[in-house]
């Protein structure tokens, strides 16, 4: 195996790992569905509790959701990284009942940045939102 896709398979099996013992995805109950170099699949069961009061699903949760797939994939392909660029569109609304999915697709990956393209889904496949973000790499102490 050449020392880049064990360096990626390392990488990938620390992620899979840390997403077990993540205080966000167990506040929020996400699950890392799907992980593979510069992909990444989340899930999220709605709830009641995420409806604002005009009875539409609370866009940050949707945001989260979309992040933490964004985290998963850009991490996949350099780690440590930060964000520090996140634009998410709301194209349709969710239910209460809804189960999301968001998946994250690498589209340019550098030694200086990584961008990224996310899109969320409700269980039909209803298109609910569609991001971008883009992260750097943070220097190793």
Do not use: W
């Amino acid at each position: 195996m050449s020392q880049l896709k064990n360096e990626d398979s390392e990488r990938l099996a620390k992620l899979r790992k840390a997403a077990k013992n993540e205080p966000v995805s167990s506040f929020l109950d996400t699950k890392l569905v799907k992980l593979s170099r510069g992909y990444a699949k989340v899930s999220m069961k709605l709830r009641p509790e995420y409806l604002t009061f005009n009875g539409f699903t609370f866009g940050g949760m949707i945001m989260a959701l979309a992040d933490q797939a964004f985290a998963y994939g850009s991490n996949s392909v350099i780690t440590p990284n930060i964000a520090v660029q996140f634009n998410i569109h709301f194209v349709d609304k969710s239910e209460s009942s809804d189960k999301l999915t968001a998946e994250c697709h690498v589209v340019r990956e550098g030694k200086r940045f990584c961008v990224s393209e996310i899109t969320v889904h409700n269980q039909i496949g209803k298109l609910i939102a569609v991001a971008t973000g883009t992260t750097i790499p943070v220097p190793k102490q």
